[in-house]
């Protein structure tokens, strides 16, 4: 199956008359889309009203080896059989917002599989992590973060992969598990 390919230029500062006429030039074929601030937000709005309603309406929990809190978001560290877990409770509504889905045979799907079995002391070193956004987050004192409406945004691979070679361990295996994966919650 093959998808049309969708080219956009977008910045961070407003268009102004002179911008207008350059970006005509860019109505073409391909076509390419040109978003300024207020374009960029009023697609954040226009998308907002399209999350996904089947995330649950009461808040979920992922507990945390640590965290770090900056400005409204959370850098945190999470056990890798912790985060299989949460990512096997959630698989259903977790990522409806994910551009991309899982691609079962890849390398890099093999790669992350290799590094849970083999090295997952050092998986958070290997990895990039995974971004998540919420509706909300709490950080509570016992290492645990309750999330209203989670969505994994980047790391779809990252996350199915670490969820289905834990579910395929046995308990001697799965003892032996005891790295982490950087989550940022946004």
């Known amino acids: 199956v093959s998808l049309p390919v969708q080219?956009?230029?977008?910045?961070n500062s407003h268009f102004s008359g002179t911008d207008d006429t350059k970006i005509g030039f860019l109505k073409g074929d391909p076509e390419v889309d040109a978003?300024?601030?207020?374009g960029v937000c009023d697609l954040?709005?226009?998308?907002?009203?399209?999350?996904?309603l089947n995330a649950p309406s009461k808040p979920v929990t992922l507990k945390v080896v640590s965290a770090l809190p900056h400005e409204g978001s959370?850098?945190?560290?999470?056990?890798?059989i912790e985060f299989a877990r949460f990512v096997g409770e959630g698989e259903r509504w977790l990522f409806e917002s994910n551009v991309r889905q899982y691609l079962?045979?890849?390398?890099?799907?093999?790669?992350?599989?290799q590094?849970?079995?083999?090295?997952?002391?050092?998986?958070?070193?290997?990895?990039?992590g995974v971004t998540m956004?919420?509706?909300?987050?709490?950080?509570?004192?016992?290492?645990?973060?309750?999330?209203?409406?989670?969505?994994?945004?980047?790391?779809?691979?990252?996350?199915?992969?670490i969820k289905r070679v834990?579910?395929?361990?046995?308990?001697?295996?799965?003892?032996?598990v005891n790295g982490s994966v950087l989550v940022r919650i946004i």
């Not at 959370?74 to 890798?80: D, G, T």
């Not at 079962?104 to 599989?113: D, H, M, W």
């Not at 834990?166 to 032996?176: G, V």
């Open 7 to 11: 080219l956009v230029y977008v910045t």
């Open 35 to 38: 978003l300024d601030l207020d």
């Open 44 to 52: 954040l709005a226009e998308r907002e009203a399209e999350r996904p």
């Open 74 to 80: 959370l850098l945190a560290s999470v056990n890798l």
């Open 104 to 113: 079962s045979k890849s390398k890099i799907n093999q790669g992350i599989r």
């Open 115 to 128: 590094t849970v079995e083999r090295e997952s002391e050092h998986f958070w070193r290997f990895n990039n």
């Open 133 to 161: 956004v919420v509706d909300q987050f709490e950080q509570r004192p016992d290492s645990t973060v309750v999330l209203t409406k989670p969505q994994i945004v980047n790391g779809c691979q990252t996350s199915l992969s």
């Open 166 to 176: 834990i579910e395929e361990l046995d308990s001697t295996q799965r003892a032996k």
